[in-house]
C-alpha cells in the first residue's frame, strides 16, 4: 500500500487538471465577485488567465525545465483564491486554502510547497521572492494593467485613480531578452491618465518586479510611451 501511495504522489498535476477542478474554479469566481462588490478591478479568469501565461512564458525563455514552466502556470491561475477570504493578507489566506486542494489532487509535496510559498509572497510589503516560480508570479501579476481590467458598468476613472489608469493603458507587453538577460515591461498609455498617477499605484509594486528580475539573474526595464522610466538600459 505504501508503495502505491508513493508512485501516486510523485504523479505531476498539470495546468488543464487545475484548470478543470471545480473547487478551484468556484473559489476564482467567488473571489471576483467579492473584489467587484469591492470596487476593485477585475480579478477573475481574464487576471489569472494573463499571469499563468506570462509567468510561464518567462520561465520557458529564460530555459527552465518544462516541469518548472507548468508550476509557474498553475500558481498564476491558482495565485488570487486567498481573495475569497479578504483582500487584506489575501497572499497567505489563499496558500492555506491551496495545500489540501492540491494534496488531494495528487501532487507531490515539493510541487506543493512550490506553489503555497510563492501564492502566499506575491503581494509586495510582506512579500519575498524565493524561487523562479515566485518571481515569474511577482512580475506577471504585478505587470497586469490594462483597459480590459476595468469592469463594463463600473468604470469611474473621474474618481477612481484605479479605473482612470487602467482605462488609459491600451497597450501592455512583457518581453524576455535570454541573452542579455532583460524582462522589459511596455505600456502604451493615452493622454486620460499620467506616468504620475501610474507610479502613484504602482511603485511598490514595481520595486518587487525589480527584485523579482534580479532573482532569474535578470534586470527589469519598465518602459511607458517609449520612455524608460526607472533608470535602467533598454537598448
Not at 57 to 72: K, T
Not at 168 to 187: F, G, M, T, W, Y
Not at 190 to 206: A, C, H, K, P, T
Request: charged share 25%.
Amino acid at each position: 500500500m505504501q508503495e502505491n501511495h508513493t508512485k501516486e504522489e510523485r504523479r505531476l498535476i498539470t495546468l488543464e487538471e487545475i484548470r478543470r477542478n471545480s473547487e478551484l474554479r468556484t473559489m476564482i469566481d467567488a473571489a471576483n465577485d467579492y473584489l467587484r462588490q469591492l470596487g476593485f478591478t477585475e480579478h477573475g479568469p481574464r487576471h489569472v488567465g494573463y499571469v499563468c501565461r506570462v509567468a510561464a512564458d518567462i520561465l520557458r525563455r529564460l530555459g527552465y525545465s518544462e516541469h518548472q514552466v507548468e508550476l509557474a502556470a498553475i500558481t498564476g491561475w491558482v495565485h488570487d483564491v486567498g481573495n475569497c477570504i479578504n483582500r487584506k493578507e489575501h497572499g497567505p489566506n489563499g496558500a492555506a486554502l491551496l495545500f489540501p486542494i492540491l494534496r488531494d489532487m495528487g501532487m507531490p509535496i515539493e510541487d506543493v510547497l512550490t506553489i503555497i510559498t510563492a501564492v502566499g509572497n506575491h503581494e509586495e510589503g510582506y512579500g519575498r521572492v524565493s524561487s523562479p516560480v515566485s518571481a515569474a508570479l511577482v512580475i506577471a501579476d504585478k505587470s497586469d494593467a490594462h483597459k480590459s481590467r476595468v469592469r463594463a458598468g463600473h468604470a469611474d476613472p473621474e474618481h477612481d485613480i484605479h479605473d482612470r489608469v487602467n482605462l488609459s493603458i491600451q497597450r501592455n507587453a512583457v518581453l524576455v531578452d535570454p541573452e542579455k538577460r532583460v524582462i522589459r515591461h511596455e505600456l502604451q498609455m493615452d493622454e486620460s491618465s499620467s506616468v504620475m498617477e501610474y507610479l502613484q499605484i504602482y511603485m511598490s509594486r514595481i520595486v518587487m518586479c525589480e527584485e523579482a528580475a534580479a532573482y532569474l539573474g535578470c534586470g527589469f526595464d519598465l518602459v511607458v510611451n517609449g520612455h524608460p522610466v526607472n533608470n535602467r538600459s533598454t537598448q
